[in-house]
């Protein structure tokens, strides 16, 4: 497999194929992503702990949000937050506003559930749609050079390979949360069994669980990196081969064995341009600073119009603030989707050129393992009879 081959034709598609820009920001949009770097690798702030306190002068660190969870006050737990407020506080602090303002809990409550369960929905399914149509696209275009429309890229995506596609990162994600579970309670475990006990042993425990937390990050990463560099070629195998769920892990695993030089020095390589690309994305939103300033009064434009006219509909129904905030609830993801937009493209650009480059190495991998010498073939032996004098 030549890869300097792939990363430059990858790179043609990328330039040429216009209709997957649309598809890639698609992508970009809604997140896709197949590295899976663990539960804590979204900190940007690595200072950040939750700190549990066990007994009056015990406290445990772990990796989160800035907060305290006391477990030795009488009250109950008492959850504190970054300036200072608790719970109970901030719960009393709504029933002050709600008593001031006019506002209907309930019905922002259920919109706000609404706007996300569907927000939810079709980001999966534009998702695997979008992924799928991406890596057909491409090896469509490799095999008979058309290239196609958006209406006739999503036919492709709008097929059971896209549902499969679902259906091996569901599995995956749920395997991934279960190995989560059990090495966090193995870690956790000596503070609960010593919770109880001498001072020192729960100081001790609580030494040992977080070296143990620590040393499950770093296993976890390790995991994630292994599991990202099989993801790639099982969601070929299931696309470009149309496999079902099982025969697509076992032949992506199968594949990334036999070639495991070729496809863990293409992880790698993507790996270090994922890297350039966090500079490259920092310089990129600061060339666009004009561009980002038009799409934020076109956000705020689209928005507010959204809002006013969501906000009108509720009021024939009810008063006070809560049409106004049932309005901002369907304002704001606009807003924040038209803002972002110049970023969103870049970013699908990147998606694009990531699905083709590992779209066109598994299908140079599955030509190599099809390409088999034929001997030969030798000519019979004809026995000739001399005539009978």
């Not at 009488?74 to 001031?100: A, H, K, Y």
Request: charged content about 15%; aromatic content about 8%.
């Amino acid at each position: 497999m030549n890869i300097n081959t792939i990363l430059q034709k990858a790179w043609k598609i990328l330039l040429n194929y216009r209709t997957l820009w649309l598809l890639g920001t698609i992508l970009a949009l809604v997140g896709a992503s197949t590295i899976y770097l663990g539960p804590w690798s979204d900190q940007d702030n690595n200072d950040q702990w939750t700190k549990i306190k066990l007994t009056n002068t015990t406290t445990l660190q772990v990796p989160g949000a800035d907060m305290t969870i006391d477990l030795t006050a009488p009250g109950g737990i008492r959850i504190i937050t970054q300036d200072g407020t608790s719970w109970n506080e901030f719960r009393d602090l709504v029933d002050q506003v709600n008593r001031q303002v006019s506002i209907k809990l309930w019905p922002i409550l259920i919109e706000f559930a609404v706007i996300l369960a569907s927000l939810l929905l079709l980001s999966v399914i534009a998702r695997y749609v979008a992924e799928t149509a991406v890596i057909r696209m491409v090896g469509d275009s490799e095999e008979t050079g058309k290239q196609l429309d958006v209406l006739e890229g999503l036919r492709k995506g709008l097929s059971f390979r896209a549902w499969r596609l679902f259906l091996i990162d569901l599995i995956v994600g749920v395997l991934v949360i279960l190995a989560f579970i059990v090495v966090l309670g193995l870690a956790v475990a000596p503070v609960l069994l010593a919770i109880r006990g001498h001072e020192a042993i729960i100081i001790a425990a609580g030494v040992g669980t977080f070296g143990l937390l620590v040393l499950s990050g770093y296993l976890w990463l390790a995991a994630s990196g292994i599991l990202s560099l099989v993801m790639q070629p099982i969601k070929r195998a299931c696309v470009l081969d149309d496999q079902g769920v099982v025969a697509a892990f076992r032949q992506g695993l199968m594949l990334t064995k036999r070639h495991l030089k070729d496809v863990g020095l293409l992880w790698l390589i993507w790996m270090c341009i994922r890297l350039l690309w966090v500079p490259l994305g920092v310089l990129m939103v600061i060339l666009l600073v004009p561009v980002f300033l038009l799409t934020t009064l076109a956000g705020v434009a689209l928005g507010s119009v959204l809002a006013a006219l969501m906000a009108a509909i509720t009021s024939l129904l009810m008063g006070g603030a809560t049409p106004w905030i049932m309005g901002a609830l369907v304002g704001v993801p606009i807003f924040i989707v038209v803002m972002a937009s110049p970023m969103l493209f870049i970013s699908g650009l990147v998606e694009v050129y990531k699905s083709s480059i590992w779209t066109l190495a598994y299908r140079d991998l599955r030509a190599m393992e099809s390409s088999v010498q034929v001997p030969v073939s030798q000519l019979p032996l004809v026995t000739t009879h001399s005539p009978v004098n």
